[in-house]
């Protein structure tokens, strides 16, 4: 049986066929073969997918082509010729060529492979984003990928422009949804979606795919952001179109269709990790008035299990934006990385909320953020040093339109991104560090210290001073209050 199997991490992509010799012809940097060989017209059809110049090398009846892509492919000799055969017809639902779905290996990504191909007559190229959610969740995505029917798996580690380029401005804008929420699933969609849209232009996709569910606010972040960089692409939501109504309905379409059905354990909560936070909904928590249960948490300890002796943590930043921890210059993933673990071990982080979805209803969620409520709480401590009064009520007045925007999924509207430039204008002298005390569960400012500071000690003192004369107050009071002054005398008949 002949096998077709590329896999890249990131900008490369290693290509191994094993053919016999006959069939093989090598010209300068082309691969091709004779058109006798039962490869040709397949290994063709994929041609188009493998961009980029070919080294190419020939030992024993092994080729090995490397591709200048960031592609990863998963195909085999009967599911390439499966899949090129349904790629030929019309689908139920009418056709596309290619399309590029947002998938995660668990039962509903699965399934939906076979839907798309079987409504659309489509190829589906299968797209997974690393943002920190863990190795555990992308172990095993090659083979679940290519059962499904895929004819191809992408996948990408987004880690340091997800925290870069969408936490940290979150971060310098003070952005917080309705009190407490730090938007740690809103920041990371956009960053997905823009992910696929250019896996799409890479592999020559017509569309993109994803699995979010007519009732929540992913649906809307998605296809925002695939409608403000590529309008001409097509979006398929499926659970806004198919009959499939829950699990037991995806297990038998799978059944149906020769999918292996995942055999792992379902958990009783829906639960989104990334490198920022990890948010559990359902079950118990869909009723606000129960607590949650302890062994649900997973990035945390309870503050009551946390160590009883506090730790001091440094966080050094640089125009508003951490850079070091205790004095070490870290990465933007690495340090959030580290604050997590320093963090989850004090119980710092748990917010449980009931918030308003974008689409209408309330939602109640439990959200663990460790690192996240450590950089916030060191943002807003240097900014007090470095923030003038008018600043700052402008800056936090801003915030909440910003944190709407991002929860939204308007992450690339014009609004934000003008928002963001003022955001990096008055925070381009926000330098220097916050000392902070963490304590079961717990986060206090020790110290903060700043070479742009607007503190002068020698003003702010009680003791007299040459900048500031006490006596100078009376005539602000007096006009400061003079509109008071004016109202009451109306009222007095003065």
């Known amino acids: 049986m002949a096998q077709l199997k590329a896999i890249s991490s990131c900008s490369s992509l290693n290509l191994s066929v094993h053919v016999p010799k006959s069939d093989l012809m090598l010209c300068n940097n082309n691969v091709s073969f004779s058109k006798k060989s039962a490869l040709f017209q397949e290994l063709g059809a994929?041609?188009?997918?493998?961009?980029?110049?070919?080294?190419?090398?020939?030992?024993?009846?092994?080729?090995?082509?490397?591709?200048?892509?960031?592609?990863?492919?998963?195909?085999?000799?009967?599911?390439?010729?499966?899949?090129?055969?349904?790629?030929?017809?019309?689908?139920?639902?009418?056709?596309?060529?290619?399309?590029?779905?947002?998938?995660?290996?668990?039962?509903?990504?699965s399934?939906?492979?076979?839907?798309?191909?079987?409504?659309?007559?489509?190829?589906?190229?299968?797209?997974?984003?690393?943002?920190?959610?863990?190795?555990?969740?992308?172990?095993?995505?090659?083979?679940k990928a290519k059962a499904s029917g895929a004819c191809q798996l992408v996948v990408k580690d987004l880690q340091e422009e997800f925290v870069r380029d969408f936490i940290f401005p979150c971060l310098r804008a003070g952005a917080i949804y309705e009190r407490k929420y730090l938007l740690g699933t809103s920041m990371a969609r956009p960053v997905i979606a823009k992910a696929?849209?250019?896996?799409?232009?890479?592999?020559?996709?017509?569309?993109?795919?994803?699995?979010?569910?007519g009732k929540g606010n992913d649906q809307v972040r998605f296809e925002l952001t695939f409608f403000a960089l590529n309008p001409e692409?097509?979006?398929?939501?499926?659970?806004?179109?198919?009959?499939?109504?829950?699990?037991?309905?995806?297990?038998?379409?799978?059944?149906?269709?020769?999918?292996?059905?995942?055999?792992?354990?379902?958990s009783i909560y829906s639960r989104d990790r990334n490198l920022w936070h990890l948010s559990h909904?359902?079950?118990?928590?869909?009723?606000?008035?129960?607590?949650?249960?302890?062994?649900?948490?997973?990035?945390?300890?309870?503050?009551?299990?946390?160590?009883?002796?506090?730790?001091?943590?440094?966080?050094?930043?640089?125009?508003?934006?951490?850079?070091s921890v205790n004095g070490v210059?870290?990465?933007?993933?690495?340090?959030?990385?580290?604050?997590?673990?320093?963090?989850?071990?004090?119980?710092?982080?748990?917010?449980?909320?009931?918030?308003?979805?974008?689409?209408?209803?309330?939602?109640?969620?439990?959200?663990?953020?460790?690192g996240g409520t450590i950089l916030f709480t060191a943002a807003r401590e240097l900014e007090s040093l470095t923030?003038?009064?008018?600043?700052?009520?402008v800056k936090d007045s801003l915030a909440l339109k910003y944190a709407e925007l991002v929860y939204a999924g308007r992450w690339f509207d014009p609004l934000r991104e003008s928002m963001d430039a003022f955001m990096e204008k008055i925070t381009e002298k926000t330098n220097g560090s916050?000392?902070?005390?963490?304590?079961?569960?717990?986060?206090?400012?020790?110290?903060?210290?700043?070479?742009?500071?607007?503190?002068?000690?020698?003003?702010?003192?009680?003791?007299?001073?040459?900048?500031y004369d006490q006596a100078d107050a009376a005539g602000f009071i007096r006009l400061y209050g003079l509109p008071m002054r004016v109202r009451a005398m109306l009222e007095k008949g003065i």
């Open 196 to 213: 696929m849209v250019d896996v799409a232009k890479e592999v020559g996709a017509d569309a993109v795919a994803h699995g979010c569910t």
């Open 329 to 370: 210059k870290l990465s933007p993933a690495s340090l959030l990385s580290k604050l997590n673990e320093i963090g989850g071990k004090h119980g710092i982080g748990r917010i449980d909320m009931v918030e308003n979805r974008l689409v209408g209803m309330k939602s109640r969620g439990v959200y663990e953020t460790p």
């Open 434 to 467: 916050v000392r902070l005390k963490l304590y079961k569960g717990s986060v206090s400012v020790a110290s903060r210290t700043s070479p742009n500071s607007l503190y002068r000690e020698d003003i702010s003192s009680f003791e007299s001073g040459q900048i």
């Open 387 to 393: 923030l003038d009064r008018e600043t700052m009520q």
């Open 111 to 143: 399934v939906i492979v076979p839907w798309l191909r079987e409504n659309y007559g489509c190829e589906v190229v299968c797209f997974t984003a690393d943002v920190g959610q863990g190795v555990g969740e992308l172990e095993g995505l090659e083979q």
């Open 233 to 266: 692409l097509n979006v398929v939501a499926p659970w806004r179109e198919w009959d499939i109504t829950g699990r037991e309905d995806a297990i038998e379409y799978a059944k149906k269709h020769n999918v292996p059905v995942p055999v792992t354990k379902k």
């Open 46 to 109: 994929r041609n188009s997918e493998l961009q980029g110049d070919a080294v190419v090398s020939n030992k024993g009846n092994g080729l090995r082509v490397h591709c200048n892509t960031g592609i990863q492919a998963v195909l085999s000799h009967d599911k390439a010729t499966e899949v090129s055969e349904a790629a030929k017809t019309k689908g139920l639902r009418g056709k596309l060529n290619k399309v590029v779905l947002a998938y995660s290996g668990g039962l509903d990504t």
């Open 281 to 323: 909904e359902g079950d118990i928590l869909e009723d606000p008035a129960n607590e949650p249960r302890e062994d649900m948490y997973m990035m945390s300890i309870s503050p009551e299990a946390a160590p009883d002796k506090p730790e001091y943590v440094e966080i050094g930043m640089v125009s508003g934006l951490p850079v």
